[in-house]
């Protein structure tokens, strides 16, 4: 009984057929071996569905990938905004002149790109301290700006009576 079933291939690479011996006793001694093939594989339902998933999954992660990028745009370019309103705010610091109040404009060139600065002069309860407030755009004429730093100037005369040189 086993000796036929034996020499038959059992187990074959996906997709191909499967041989399985079933023995049905019939009689004394007498066994008749009957042997059916059993298709192995995916219906096209199966692969239908599967492949469904995998365009919906691909499709997310597109999306995601495409979002990320305009992030990184948006951090570059408040990143670089930064660093133009830090400029500015350093130059009136280190000027040597005690800014009046009011407003000013102007632009600024960094990394191949221009912005447009815009200060507003403040007086405080220090007569010797004046707030800026230091708003950038990255076109003339944008309603909101990309960054805004506050910071303080103080008057010259209180750098030249503290000398900090070692």
């Known amino acids: ?16 057929h499967r041989t399985h ?11 008749q071996v009957q042997h059916r093939q059993v298709q192995q594989g995916f219906t096209l339902m199966e ?7 995998v365009a919906i999954v691909l499709g997310a992660l597109v999306q995601a990938a495409g979002s990320s990028a305009a992030n990184a745009g948006r951090i570059r370019d408040k990143t670089v905004a930064q ?11 280190l000027s040597g002149t005690f800014p009046e109040t009011g407003a000013k404009s102007g632009e600024a060139e960094m990394l191949g790109q221009t912005w447009y600065w815009k200060t507003r002069v403040q007086a405080v309860e220090d007569d010797d301290l004046r707030r800026v407030d230091v708003e ?8 909101n700006p990309v960054v805004t730093v506050a910071g303080f100037v103080s008057h010259p005369r209180l750098l030249s009576q503290n000398p900090t040189q070692p």
């Open 136 to 143: 950038i755009r990255d076109t003339e004429d944008a309603k």
């Open 21 to 31: 011996c079933q023995h049905k006793t019939q009689g004394q001694n007498k066994t």
């Open 47 to 53: 692969i239908l569905v599967a492949l469904a998933i």
């Open 83 to 93: 660093w133009v309103a830090s400029n500015r705010l350093a130059e009136m610091q």
């Open 1 to 16: 009984m086993n000796s036929l079933c034996s020499r038959l291939p059992r187990h074959r690479t996906q997709g191909q």
